[in-house]
């Protein structure tokens, strides 16, 4: 029992003296990961993605707007020309980060049907916008492309938030600041409040709904569009999906996208 007393005796003198040292290293050791973990990540849940522009960086005067020959061209051509430019309606304005080309003979153009009451807006001169209503739910914007008569349009599948945030959440129904806002056509069209009502309207005039100027993306990444499994093999295949490599605000799915690295990877007819 002595024994035992003498062995205790400096243990208590250890535990007085070193303890809270040993207990504040210890904290500082298993914090440091901790704090370093989120940014590591890559999107986590919590995450928040800043706007890519300003809204104070975008001149919105009269110069802004795009001629209507900027839009007059081969849907090809005109949907990479698209990424990095302006939509702008009420307080809304959204950078455009993911396109894709709908062309005259494409098994996946509404234009293959003919000039329908719906159809019409696309066969309109390029610099008019074509909206529809998919599945009953989701307005989809696009841009006409090429001249009157071809029937040719950019779908807008999705973009980046500038400036209107609140109103953009509000007509979303999400409370969010992430890619999932905007990472999809429907969203697009949900965020700027359209309609079918809108197809029809010039892009290049003050009022309503507006493309504006914007910078060239330095980089592009293309791939097959999405979600058309009915049309032919040729153009199920045919890179004609456009968007601003590494952005965040692009929609599913990203596996199929690769650099544009020459303009003969996109096949024409």
């Known amino acids: 029992m002595n024994q035992k007393k ?16 040993t207990v504040k290293k210890t904290i500082k050791v298993e914090q ?15 995450d928040k993605i800043e706007p890519m522009a300003s809204i104070s960086s975008i001149p919105l ?24 430019k302006y939509l702008k309606k009420d307080d809304v304005v959204l950078q455009i980060t993911e396109v894709e080309a709908y062309r005259p003979n494409d098994s996946a153009c509404h234009g293959r049907f003919g000039i329908t ?3 019409a807006p696309v066969f309109g001169a390029g610099g008019h916008a074509y909206v529809y209503l998919c599945y009953g739910l989701h307005m989809m914007l696009n841009v006409v492309a090429d001249k009157e008569g071809i029937g040719a349009a950019v779908l807008v599948r999705a973009c980046a938030p500038v400036s209107g945030l609140e109103t953009i959440q509000q007509r979303r129904g999400i409370k969010s600041e992430k890619p999932v806002l905007l990472a999809g056509p429907g969203k697009v069209g949900q965020a700027l409040g359209l309609s079918t009502e809108w197809s029809g309207h010039p892009l290049y005039t003050p009022g309503g709904l507006e493309v504006l100027d914007g910078p060239e993306p330095e ?51």
């Open 6 to 21: 003498r062995i205790q005796r400096p243990d208590k003198a250890i535990r007085i003296t070193n303890t809270p040292k």
């Open 32 to 46: 440091k990961p901790k704090s370093r973990a989120k940014p590591n990540s890559h999107y986590l849940e919590n």
């Open 61 to 84: 005067g009269r110069n802004s707007f795009l001629s209507p020959d900027f839009y007059q061209i081969d849907a090809l051509d005109l949907a990479p020309r698209l990424l990095g």
């Open 117 to 119: 009451a719906r159809t």
């Open 219 to 269: 980089e592009i990444v293309v791939g097959p569009r999405v979600g058309i499994a009915y049309a032919s093999e040729e153009h199920v295949k045919a890179l004609w999906r456009f968007a601003i490599a590494g952005s965040p605000w692009i929609s599913a799915p990203k596996n199929t996208l690769t650099p544009l690295t020459s303009p003969s990877l996109r096949i024409r007819n």
